[in-house]
């Protein structure tokens, strides 16, 4: 089951107010940026009422996934994820 299918198979069951994730900086195990936002409309279309991306440093990149977001038709909130650290250097473990 992916996350399409869950957000569906919740919309059947009830009127769930449904998040979902997105990836700014591009999932991991996604072929392609172009994918990537592809599998993101599916779970709109499904039912999904926003999107919370994973966090990420550079807000350009925010920025510009918003954009090709609105360009894709994906019309609902995309709710920028963030990080707390407990000091303000940057993990050394952290991607950048």
Do not use: W
């Amino acid at each position: 089951m992916y996350a399409t299918d869950l957000v569906a198979l919740l919309k059947e069951v009830g009127d769930f107010d449904i998040s979902v994730a997105a990836y700014p900086e591009v999932h991991p195990e996604a072929k392609s940026a172009q994918a990537d936002l592809l599998n993101l409309k599916r779970k709109v279309d499904a039912g999904a009422n926003r999107a919370i991306t994973q966090f990420f440093f550079d807000v350009e990149s925010y920025l510009r996934f918003r954009d090709r977001c609105v360009s894709a038709g994906i019309d609902v909130e995309i709710i920028p994820g963030s990080c707390r650290f407990r000091t303000s250097n940057r993990p050394r473990n952290l991607p950048t």
